[in-house]
């Protein structure tokens, strides 16, 4: 049996021993990496290249949906779960859009957290049972609720070209190519949108770009 090597991403330091315990005392796991915050979690990951990483929501800083984005992105190999105690509905869809392989609270037992490991390691998605409904509901919603002070946002010249192109589906790497800028000053500059905007994934800012008309027009 092959060992699933797991790297905790989490700002409550009990919260990471006590789960790093309780997958240790299985002999199929191994916790090699702790990470307080999203950003150092996305180092982290790419220095170890774990299988799978349990990764908080909310955190100081960057927060677990911005570092699901970046690690689906640069570490598309790797597994990432979403544990958390936020039962709101377009979190959840939020986190599966962007990449998630499963959405867990916190309050889920050991043996279901096993079997949902084992589970996205096979490729599956998973969920606790209790955000079925929270699911369903936030599909109705529209996924997008910008204020209704739309008007008062202002991007820069450089964001609205850069949102445009996210929302035409250019990865990070491939703006920063055509842009002729460094990778990250691209992903800087992406999480500096979202900030603006108050939302929280690439897909709201995709839609954000199609309502205000920012899509370059490719058909010419």
Do not use: C, W
């Not at 409550?12 to 790093?20: A, E, N, T």
């Not at 039962?87 to 916190?106: F, N, P, T, V």
């Amino acid at each position: 049996m092959s060992i699933i090597r797991i790297l905790l991403v989490d700002d409550h330091s009990l919260f990471r021993s006590g789960i790093k315990s309780l997958l240790e005392s299985q002999d199929e796991f191994e916790v090699i990496g702790e990470a307080s915050n999203g950003l150092d979690g996305v180092k982290r990951a790419k220095q170890l290249q774990p299988d799978l990483v349990l990764m908080d929501l909310h955190m100081p800083g960057t927060s677990g949906l911005e570092a699901l984005q970046m690690l689906t992105e640069d570490l598309p190999d790797t597994k990432v779960l979403m544990l958390t105690v936020s039962e709101d509905g377009q979190d959840l869809m939020q986190a599966l859009q962007s990449g998630a392989r499963g959405y867990l609270l916190k309050n889920i037992e050991i043996d279901f957290l096993v079997e949902s490991i084992h589970k996205a390691m096979k490729g599956e998605s998973v969920m606790s049972p209790q955000m079925s409904a929270a699911l369903i509901d936030a599909v109705r919603e529209p996924i997008v609720n910008v204020a209704a002070d739309k008007q008062a946002i202002k991007l820069t010249p450089r964001e609205s070209e850069i949102i445009g192109m996210l929302a035409s589906g250019e990865s990070n790497k491939g703006i920063a190519r055509t842009l002729d800028l460094a990778e990250s000053t691209v992903k800087i500059h992406v999480q500096g949108i979202l900030r603006k905007l108050n939302i929280s994934s690439r897909v709201q800012a995709a839609v954000y770009a199609s309502e205000h008309g920012l899509i370059p027009d490719t058909s010419r």
